[in-house]
């Protein structure tokens, strides 16, 4: 699955772009990424969402236990890759019908945060138990929250293309040649939101997260992970 935001949506981190000034390498912009994801994809889907966001996404070579899914609903657009152990009682504490799948769970898990607020984000986030990753846009308010479990199982990427928007994917290969070194592993068991404005721990949501910058021979130009904890949250190479 792949998410491409402007940044008009998301500003490019700072430790993405710095990684990439200090080891310069080939990028190309979203709209060829994007190109090149429904090429290398059979029976891709993608979608323009407004002027500044690309959703695209395929059932092509997915985990039978780990399904891709996309949904939307009252402007809210949501890419999820997993699944729930929990889902039977959380369709319960948002009032959803038994056959809400995962996806539509997560939207209005969101549609709950942006609604009730103040409601702490790591709340929502923190409730959902199983391997997943997610990325949600919400049109009516320009809002990005994109988010992975606490272990990593269903991996997540992301990076900056040549014209400066945020690209993330589950596939490491695909964001390589469009990002250079202009690449990262999201970091598990975290979230980030343009609401919030920065990456957050959901298990420690008021420790820092720094980004270490990446050696030469490694993939990613750098790595984040979140002070005071003794887990390095990123993958390695």
């Known amino acids: 699955m792949l998410g491409v935001f ?27 990424l994007v190109k090149r994801f429904v090429q290398n994809n059979s029976s891709a889907v993608s979608m323009q969402i407004g002027d500044h966001v690309q959703f695209a996404y395929t059932h092509c070579n997915e985990s039978a236990v780990l399904p891709r899914s996309f949904a939307v609903k009252d402007d809210i657009f949501c890419l999820f890759e997993g699944s729930l152990d929990n889902l039977g009682s959380l369709r319960q504490q948002y009032g959803l019908a038994k056959s809400a799948n995962e996806v539509m769970l997560v939207i209005e898990a969101y549609k709950a945060l942006r609604d009730r607020a103040p409601y702490p984000p790591n709340h929502v986030v923190g409730h959902l138990e199983g391997n997943f990753t997610f990325i949600v846009f919400d049109k009516s308010t320009s809002t990005l929250f994109v988010a992975t479990d606490q272990v990593g199982k269903v991996p997540l ?34 979230f980030y939101s343009t609401a919030v404005g920065e990456l957050r721990s959901y298990e420690n949501p008021k420790n820092k997260i720094t980004a270490v910058p990446a050696t030469e021979e490694e993939i990613w130009g750098a790595k984040y992970m979140v002070e005071g904890s003794a887990a390095v949250l990123a993958a390695t190479k």
């Open 157 to 190: 990427y992301w990076g900056i293309t040549a014209d400066g928007y945020v690209a993330f994917a589950n596939d490491a290969d695909l964001l390589k040649g469009a990002c250079g070194k202009s690449l990262a592993s999201f970091p598990q068991g975290c």
């Open 6 to 32: 402007s940044s008009s949506i998301v500003s490019p981190p700072d430790e993405l772009v710095a990684a990439g000034s200090r080891t310069p390498s080939p990028k190309i912009k979203a709209e060829a």
